[in-house]
């Protein structure tokens, strides 16, 4: 079944908001991105937000941008999707809970630290007592958010579902990723991610969210027209699916999930090959890699829709193409966990 997007929001390392998109894309050496913080204080009471973790924050942010994006006051669903949860808070209430001998605890950071905590936040603000559900599903977290709204589409339970991904990184949590030679272990420029020579790549964070429809209208970005996800594939197996995609979808852009990491890299077939006629692109150059990335490549697909326009930065080989119709999502996470998003204008 269709599902139409009708509103989008995104919190990332870069600028999301400005025109033309990625004119000026934040360059730094970095061990890890981090998001650019908007304006909080437009969004949410200055009561709450000192209450409030990072992920919570950018999390309503994004989701608030998505409904105003939309027109939609109520969702009749909020999904959310997250593979590590509220890291800064989780961290919190652990070091609070060994540094004062597990006595004199404020439950504030535990309950915060929860994975489905920003969907249950955005709720109460908007006072939704609809089906709220938030799915940890590692690298197929947010692709397994995306299936479960259009589950409830199927069955007619919904006109109108909230869906996001999010995910935050802390510098307790880089660390332990270098340890295991995940990621880098000297700063880097993230611009030239793809070029890295050394093992592991630049963990990040970011948001992003989408008002989904059963139904079109004039704000429509696009409609998703395919998820489907394979784990622990062989290459040849990915091959047969792109393969396939190909023959059944003329697709004129490819968003592939390289993130500068050779031992994870190679896996990638050579998508010239198969989508001969295509522009390829990147996007974790921009935001960094994390469980739910490739909630920021839909985001990134629904702007190239919109623009008709593919940001110079994003392109890294493939057709110089000026007409955008069918976007295809390719991602994987270590090699575990492949998905395929397909959007179509």
Request: glycine fraction near 6%.
């Amino acid at each position: 079944m269709k599902m139409y997007i009708n509103g989008i929001g995104c919190v990332a390392p870069q600028d999301t908001k400005s025109k033309p998109l990625f004119a000026n894309p934040v360059v730094e050496e970095v061990l890890q991105t981090s998001v650019i913080k908007p304006n909080y204080k437009e969004y949410i009471s200055p009561v709450k937000i000192r209450r409030m973790g990072k992920a919570i924050k950018m999390g309503i942010v994004a989701c608030t941008d998505a409904l105003r994006d939309a027109n939609v006051e109520m969702p009749e669903a909020i999904i959310g999707a997250t593979g590590l949860g509220c890291q800064e808070d989780s961290e919190k209430f652990l070091e609070a809970l060994i540094k004062n001998d597990e006595q004199f605890l404020t439950p504030t950071s535990f309950i915060q630290s929860t994975h489905n905590t920003v969907a249950g936040q955005v709720a109460l603000m908007l006072k939704c007592n609809a089906y709220n559900f938030t799915y940890c599903h590692r690298g197929f977290s947010f692709e397994n958010a995306l299936v479960d709204a259009e589950l409830t589409f199927a069955e007619e339970r919904a006109n109108n579902v909230l869906v996001f991904g999010i995910d935050e990184m802390t510098a307790h949590t880089r660390q332990v990723f270098q340890r295991i030679n995940w990621n880098v272990q000297e700063p880097i420029n993230v611009l030239n991610l793809l070029d890295n020579t050394t093992e592991g790549t630049v963990y990040g964070e970011g948001v992003a969210s989408f008002s989904l429809s059963s139904r079109k209208n004039e704000n429509t970005y696009g409609a998703v027209e395919l998820v489907e996800m394979l784990y622990k594939p062989g290459q040849e197996a990915v091959k047969q699916k792109l393969g396939s995609i190909a023959k059944e979808h003329s697709v004129d852009l490819v968003l592939a999930g390289y993130n500068g990491d050779q031992k994870f890299d190679q896996f990638y077939p050579n998508l010239e090959e198969i989508f001969p006629n295509s522009s390829i692109g990147a996007f974790k150059h921009l935001v960094g890699e994390y469980h739910t990335a490739s909630s920021f490549a839909l985001w990134l697909a629904c702007e190239v829709l919109a623009d008709q326009h593919l940001p110079e930065v994003v392109q890294i080989k493939g057709k110089n193409k000026k007409e955008f119709n069918n976007i295809l999502i390719y991602n994987h996470y270590n090699n575990l966990d492949h998905s395929f998003i397909l959007l179509k204008k």
